[in-house]
């Protein structure tokens, strides 16, 4: 039975949430099973947030699980606050250019992205997530990339017709996360 | 003279004429209030499209009191379950009628936010300055000086705060130009179905109605008919009888 | 009236507070009164951003305690009246709750349930279940219904309204806020499709007809003046709990027939359970599950017999054991012996059943 645990963790305001809901919604309209339970404190801004996203091909039973296929850790407190999540078989990506220390975890693999740092040089502070975003359709490999387009359309579509240019930055910075993870997984 | 004495009572057609014996205390304010309240509604012939809420405490001896249809709530939320009414039918005139501990106490955010929101509504507080029906504890609306079960040695307002004065509260707070503040007393009935009168056109204009009404409990109060209407006279100087807020529409 | 948004069938994917917000409008509740807290927040933001097309009515209360009787008021006036509550707002409002339960007022609200006691997180847990079964100085005339999903979330929402009207107890969809935040796909439905109708409300207050010329005036009370009457009464009410356990009580089987270790959970852990028996069954490992799916009243006689089937119970909740006590009352007598997995205010994993589970074994069962 494939299933893909999918666990997002960073701080309030890095738009966790946003690409949580960009990917199931993507897997929704592909039909697949899809589940998604955001992990919120008592406070609306600041502090840790947390997406738990499943993709399956059947039923989806538990709504929360132990372990994680694969878990994005975006600062040191989600790292912090995350490693519980991993297992012999789970995938780490963090970003380098945000944490100040590596996941000492044991695992199947750690990838380290400077998701930050391009989104600020390259392309715009603002795409960050969506470089994320990338990153997780590439390292997951349960969804197309049309999918992906297409979820975002829905979420970002009017902002888009608004803002053309935005619609090539997004599609930038998607491409972009890919690359991340296909040039470290060539290494 | 025996013919006489088989004349049916006098009842206003919204009281409940089956319910024989008046349960309340001898000597208590709810009897004059509730027949004051039961003219008025007669006056106004809206007994079909009343709903009367009861609350705890003295004031839910009422419950099978009225002709009217009626719901017993608990302590302080008979408030709540009228505009529950009210907001859901927009034809009922709802009234809630409670006592001083029930709308200042227990119940007093019902008591502001339904003045502060203009629930369309008339509540009722009658004020006899404590708890008759739990044995006479002191209430907000305690005297200065006045002894009770727990303030045996009279009340000390340096330690007890000032007693509250629900109509001046309601007026600042309540819309000015759509609802109607009163505090009335039961030394006057014909004034004070006057004052029911003009708080229940109100809700039927839309508006929001609040009648303070000054009542006795001479079983509490320990005194006799001339004392307890002395006493009364006395809470008549400290809470201002006066109509505080009145739409030019009643 | 109101109007219904969903004609036909509809596949959606919502958050559950959502879900329970198009629930209530399939089945034409005409007014919630409610008052913030998390996690079901979205439940009366959804039904407010409905209201242009249902033409449904909506109050914010100033706390718990008057959306519990406002909607006893609403509901008196004779609308379809609902309210939504979690943690300590589930608290205060048990004032209202009591009240319903006495007066036997349809009274439907739907609990999504954070973590305790206080105010402790706002999250997640199964830590209300108690409280929504047996809360207020009663006996617990109440109906609880505890979903798995969403599906659930809108079936049960549905069939709430159509339960309270039909026996007049107080009637609960008692979900988590896994459930109310959690995404996932979701058929909704007319329930007119489904066989489903309505059970029409009445007023209780302003009936039709005159007063005095047609019907007498209602005197709604719930005081009483001596013991004896009081336990008239609700003997009568315990006959009418008894008769209506029958008809009501629901709960679900998986696996169950020839499980030798029976995993009883109730709400969302039950799915969890699920996740577990398969991959238990996987590895050779005979496990079932028991869900209830009415917590209260409870089906005693299915029960019993699965109890009676399995070699071992494993009880787990995201409680410290509120429904294992209930569960455990109703099976007294059964020498089967029980495990617990108790993990309060938290979710429990698949991984966690599985875990224990094989723990039971190699202890030897």
Known sequence: MARTKIVLAGEGGQGVQSIAKILVEAGYEANKEVLYIPNFGVEQRGGVSIAFCQIADERIGEPRYSKGDIIIMLSDRAIDRCETYVDKNSTVVYDTSVCTKKPTCECKEIIGIDANKIANEQLSARVFNIIILGVLLEATHVLELSDIKNAMELALGKKFDAKPELRELNYKALEMGMSLVAQKAGV | MAELLNLPPNLPKSQNAEVGASKFCPGCGHGITLKSLGNAIDELDIKQKTVFGCDIGCSLLSWNYMDLDTVQTHHGRTTPVIYGVTRANPEAIGIAYMGDGGGLAIGAQHLVNASVRGERLLIIVVNNTNYGMTGGQMSPTTMPGQKTETTPYGRDCSVTGEPAKAAEMVAAIANKSKSYVARSTVSNPMKLKQTFVKALKNVENGGFSFVEVLSICPLNWRTNNVDTFARLQQMEEYFEVKEFLAPESV | ?365
């Open chain 3, 1 to 365: 009236m109101v109007n219904k948004l969903i004609k036909e069938d509809t596949k959606m994917f919502l958050t559950g507070n959502e879900v329970l917000a198009y629930a209530a409008n399939s089945a034409e509740a005409e007014f919630m009164y409610g008052y913030p807290i998390t996690p079901q927040n979205e439940i009366m933001h959804t039904w407010c951003k409905l209201l242009p097309k249902t033409g449904a009515g909506f109050l914010q209360t100033e706390d718990e305690i008057s959306a519990g009787f406002s909607t006893i008021g609403g509901i008196l006036a004779g609308k379809r009246a609902f309210t939504a509550t979690a943690g300590p707002g589930n608290v205060i409002m048990q004032d209202a709750q009591s009240m319903a339960e006495m007066m036997r007022i349809p009274f439907v609200c739907a609990v999504m349930q954070r973590g305790g006691p206080s105010t402790a997180t706002v999250i997640y847990a199964q830590q209300e279940t108690r409280l929504t079964c047996y809360g207020g100085n009663g006996e617990g005339f109440r109906i609880v219904y505890s979903t798995a999903g969403h599906q659930d979330l809108y079936d049960y929402m549905i069939k709430a309204f159509n339960t309270a009207w039909k026996y007049k107890f107080p009637t609960y969809v008692l979900a988590d806020g896994y459930q109310g935040k959690m995404r996932e796909p979701v058929m909704l439905y007319d329930p007119a499709s489904r066989g489903i109708t309505m059970v029409p409300t009445e007023k209780a207050l302003l009936a039709d007809g005159e007063i005095g010329v047609d019907r007498k005036s209602a005197h709604m009370r719930n005081t009483y003046n001596m013991e004896e009457e009081l336990m008239e009464v609700l003997d009568s009410y315990q006959v009418d709990y008894d008769k209506m356990a029958e008809d009501v009580a629901e709960w679900e089987e998986y696996k169950a027939d020839d499980a030798e270790i029976l995993v009883i959970a109730h709400g969302i852990v039950a799915r969890s359970a699920r996740t577990a028996i398969d991959e238990l069954r996987e590895k050779g490992i005979k496990a079932g599950l028991y869900r209830p799916i009415t917590i209260r009243p409870l089906a005693v006689k299915p029960l019993r017999e699965a109890v009676s089937r399995a070699k071992h119970l494993l009880f787990t909740e995201s409680a410290n054991g509120q429904l294992a006590q209930m569960v455990l009352e109703k099976i007294y007598g059964l020498t089967t012996p029980y495990s617990t997995l108790f993990k309060m205010g938290v979710g429990v994993t698949g991984d966690d059943i599985v875990q224990k589970v094989e723990n039971i074994v190699k202890e030897g069962v």
